[in-house]
């Protein structure tokens, strides 16, 4: 809770200082609803089984530079449900994040820099045999680190933090009968200390279509270093007008501690969208 509360602490500041300076902010967001489908007669001879599901993504990005200064924020979050034809309606998607770098600049394109990041989830999640293993805001998972930025442009960034800390933090609930995400057995956090990168790219394919790429990786000094975790995520959103989109996200995911193997999500479909 006391990270919670920091988090809070400075969406406070940052909003309080964005009104006494802000000439000198960057502020987008976007809103999209992602749409897919299939349905299928009782007449169908080739067979298949109805379904519709739906994902809510919003994201937003607030910019701030002046002088040798830049701070980069960005909050996403996304909420998903799949209906299959008779059964309930099941979550496919679940995900807050927030992430804040800020740095001084040192040299041509590169900044000393600190970076914060904050992932959780926003309700309760099952496995898939019904069973109840996780909830809002546990697991929730917070690095801070010290670092060089290198940021040639708004499209292009890489942050490396030899000195990162990771608190990775349960319900106890989750932890009475064995570890969980990485805690152990009976504890509600899991601490760690080592090296982070992070990187964004960003780039246009052609006219209409985009590709975002986030990576971030890390390494864990305490604990078996050689086992680095990934969590990579690609965007491709083909534009059809200011509203309309057929997007595309992939993502994987590699923590040793958690699961031992690798974590896919594929999500397509059309997306309605709101710029603001």
Known sequence: MKQIFTMALLFVATASFSQQDASHWKRKGNLNLLFNQSAFNKKWLGGGVSNIAGT?????????????????????????????????????????????????????????????????????????????ISHALSPAYLQTGLGMLYKPSENFKINIAPVTSKLILVDKQFTNEGSSFGVGEGETSRFELGTSINLYAKYEGLSNISFENLLNLYSNYLEDAQNVDIDYTLNVVLTINNYLSTNISFQAIYDDNAIGDVQVREVFGLGVNYDF
């Open 56 to 132: 809510l993504n919003f994201t937003y990005e607030f910019n701030y530079a002046k002088n040798n200064w830049t701070w980069d924020n960005r909050l996403a979050a996304a909420y998903g449900l799949t209906k299959i034809e008779d059964q309930s309606a099941t979550k496919s998607e679940d995900r807050v994040e927030f992430q804040s770098v800020i740095g001084k600049k040192s040299g041509k394109n590169w900044f000393y820099s600190g970076v914060l990041n904050f992932k959780s989830q926003m309700a309760r999640g099952e496995d898939n045999e019904g069973n109840y």
